[in-house]
């Protein structure tokens, strides 16, 4: 039997073929747009420091950018990003701080983009408290309910747990307290952080005890628990704009905004990352999406960063619509 030999490459085709070997993984290594970190504004509440880390997880393994993320409040973190001291704020409500935001807009130091899912605001009571005083429905019922919601502080007068202290929606809750002519019955409380707020809704509901409260969706707590939102009056522009503003002199009752939630970018780093910006725009969250994630956040009592890594392996089908699929590939095959 004839034994065939396999023929040799000359000196230079096997050259040629290492090279090949060598630097192919290397041309598909991606390379970032900017030579320096894309920074994140890391706002202290869940849904935002979950969106940094699924965002933050794409823009390092898929665009192959490092990445760093600055903790701060809202109005001080659209300062920074004004001032580029951060590039990327993950969610952005404009209808919370529309003086604010539309200033930065036509600053044309920022920009909007995309379109990351619909969210709430509401004052809210237990379903237990509304069944114990029925005729409990609106905000203004409020007046006559001080002694069911007593300040452990002050008990003569009743108190509404507001917004953690610092947050913008702060100007809002004063604004309508004072808007419902309840300023003189209530003190809006304002805890100390988001935890601090949610740590005293869940006491009191594992209780059984009357609270009523402000909270914002969408939230993992106001999933979680059976809840009534108090009416308020409908929605007007003018008298919303005014409530948004700390120097709102005659303040006028209003339902809150229904906030399309947007990516706010620094236009510099926008103009100068535009596959960057592109992925910006087309993100967007369905809401069971981040119902789901936000859920197991809480039922888990996990970090936001396990929650970002279990949102990209359950929703391969809502994330890759955001990238092209070369990026798609090195995201999935990292996670």
């Known amino acids: 039997m004839r034994i065939m030999r396999a023929p040799r490459l000359s000196v230079a085709a096997l050259a040629a073929a290492t090279a090949l070997l060598w630097t ?8 970032c747009e900017i030579d320096q970190p894309v920074r994140f504004s890391g706002l202290n509440w869940e849904s935002n420091l979950v969106l940094a880390g699924i965002e933050r997880f794409i823009v390092e393994h898929g665009y192959g950018c490092a990445t760093s993320v600055e903790i701060g409040e809202t109005l001080a973190m659209l300062a920074a990003l004004q001032r580029r001291d ?28 995309g379109h990351v899912y619909d969210a709430g605001e ?6 237990y408290t509304a069944e114990r005083h029925p ?38 809750n004063t604004n309508l307290l004072k808007a419902l002519k309840l300023d003189s019955q209530y003190a809006m409380f304002a805890p100390g952080s988001g935890a601090a707020q949610k740590a005293a809704i869940v006491s009191a509901y594992k209780r059984k005890r009357d609270i009523v409260f402000y ?8 999933g979680a628990l059976d809840l009534v939102k108090l009416q308020l009056p409908a929605f007007d522009q003018a008298a919303y704009t005014c409530m948004t503003d700390p120097k709102c002199e005659h303040p006028v009752p209003t339902e809150f905004k229904a906030n399309k939630v947007v990516t706010g970018l620094n236009a510099e780093f926008a103009r100068q990352a535009p596959q960057l910006k592109t992925f910006f725009d087309k993100l967007s969250v369905p809401a069971p999406a981040i119902d789901d994630t936000l859920g197991w956040l809480e039922n888990q009592g996990a970090e936001p960063e396990d929650a970002a890594q279990y949102f990209l392996r359950k929703y391969p089908d809502v994330w890759r619509k955001w990238v092209p699929a070369e990026v798609a590939e090195r995201v999935q095959s990292s996670l």
């Open 24 to 31: 192919t993984p290397a041309a598909a290594a991606p390379q």
């Open 86 to 113: 951060v590039d990327v704020t993950p969610e952005v409500w404009p209808g919370q701080i529309e003086v604010a935001w539309d200033k930065a807009l036509k600053s044309g130091k920022v920009l909007a983009a």
């Open 122 to 127: 509401g004052w809210y009571i237990p379903r």
């Open 135 to 172: 005729d409990l429905k609106s905000a203004a019922d409020l007046a006559r309910y001080t002694k069911v919601f007593a300040d452990p502080e002050d008990p003569s007068r009743g108190r509404i747990y507001g917004c953690p202290a610092g947050w913008a929606c702060g100007t809002l």
């Open 215 to 222: 909270y914002w969706t969408p939230t993992a707590l106001v």
